[in-house]
């Protein structure tokens, strides 16, 4: 502390010692549901030391008032930033955005609807001060939500364990602490179709499980209902496993070699014992089933065509319509605009402020 004539001078805090940590959290018609959070994860965040704590709000196109509430939050916490996406690009885009976003440290990923405790913040921080890249939240219960949601989810992850190279943990969703250099290597990855939790897998580097209990929403019902928790499922399995095509040629084989089997069998019996060929109800339930195999693997096909078909337009992840940066820091970034690389610096028919 220096000395000067009207006594001692304050010293300055060294802000380069302090580690840089963004909470990203993507939402989509979450107005009930973000004043209540938002409270935690600011205390979370004041109650660790020596961290230089920021957060930022994507709106992933809500139609609600989760804008205005936002825009309040964001004029009463100068540490808030908010990324405004010009229409509903989906959590997966959403997500991208946010990290997009990161202007340095280390980015932590929590849902908006409250379900994944933002208390936890301070031991996530820990795990990534001890020197893990990749620090998971791992469901160890599922409050508020019904046996049919947690048996699919269970079913859904252990399926996609087995069929993927990459590795996905078992009832592991996006809440999360990603290091500086896991957030680097999570923006070289820019496909169309995103898979956030095994593109989270495909980087590697040391990653470590933080068991926890999910609680309900805060406020307001979950968006992803059964139908959309199939497509998503669908998602993922076509994103980082190609066993359902080999499935199908599996299952192409297998009835080739019985039908050729059956075959011989009617042709043997009608020379055997001179009986009539099966009439036209068993020819109807073969050429079904056959058929039925066919569509399917059609289908398959035409899952994984399509994701071809997108990523050959190249179209960007995710248009920018409002960047609101934070005004209690330093922020001369400007926002991403969701094409090929993480470093666009071009905003897509959008607004700065």
Not at 26 to 36: G, K
Not at 48 to 62: A, E, F, I, P
Not at 298 to 326: F, N
């Amino acid at each position: 502390m220096a000395e000067t004539a009207s006594g001692p001078t304050p010293a300055v805090p060294d802000d380069s010692a302090r580690d840089r940590l963004t909470v990203v959290v993507a939402a989509c018609n979450e107005a009930e549901a973000l004043p209540l959070l938002h409270p935690r994860i600011r205390a979370a965040l004041d109650s660790v030391q020596g961290l230089d704590g920021r957060v930022l709000y994507v709106d992933d196109g809500s139609r609600d008032a989760t804008w205005e509430v936002l825009r309040r939050i964001a004029a009463a916490d100068p540490r808030v930033a908010l990324l405004r996406l010009s229409r509903n690009f989906g959590k997966e885009a959403a997500l991208t955005a946010g990290l997009d976003q990161v202007e340095g440290g280390a980015a932590m990923i929590l849902d908006a609807d409250g379900q994944d405790p933002p208390e936890l913040i301070p031991q996530f921080i820990a795990r990534w001060r001890e020197g893990w890249d990749d620090v998971y939240g791992t469901r160890i219960a599922r409050e508020g939500e019904g046996w049919v949601r947690r048996g699919a989810a269970a079913a859904f992850y252990r399926l996609i364990g087995r069929l993927s190279h990459t590795p996905v943990p078992a009832d592991t969703g996006d809440y999360r602490l990603l290091s500086p250099r896991a957030l680097a290597a999570l923006r070289q990855l820019r496909e169309r179709h995103r898979f956030m939790k095994g593109l989270f897998g495909w980087i590697g580097f040391r990653r470590i499980a933080l068991p926890y209990r999910r609680g309900p929403r805060l406020a307001g019902r979950s968006k992803f209902g059964l139908w959309r928790l199939w497509n998503f499922a669908l998602e993922g399995i076509t994103s980082f496993s190609t066993a359902p095509l080999r499935v199908a040629t599996y299952v192409g084989l297998f009835t080739a070699l019985g039908a050729f089997a059956a075959g011989v069998g009617v042709v043997a019996k009608t020379l055997l014992w001179g009986d009539r060929v099966a009439g036209w109800p068993t020819m109807m339930v073969v050429i079904l089933f056959l058929g039925g195999v066919q569509l399917i693997a059609l289908g398959l096909i035409g899952e994984y065509l399509g994701r071809l078909y997108d990523e050959a337009k190249q179209r960007p992840l995710y248009l920018v319509d409002t960047w609101q940066p934070a005004t209690g820091v330093s922020s001369a970034q400007e926002p991403a605009d969701g094409g090929a690389h993480a470093h666009g610096t071009s905003i897509a028919g959008g607004e700065a402020g």
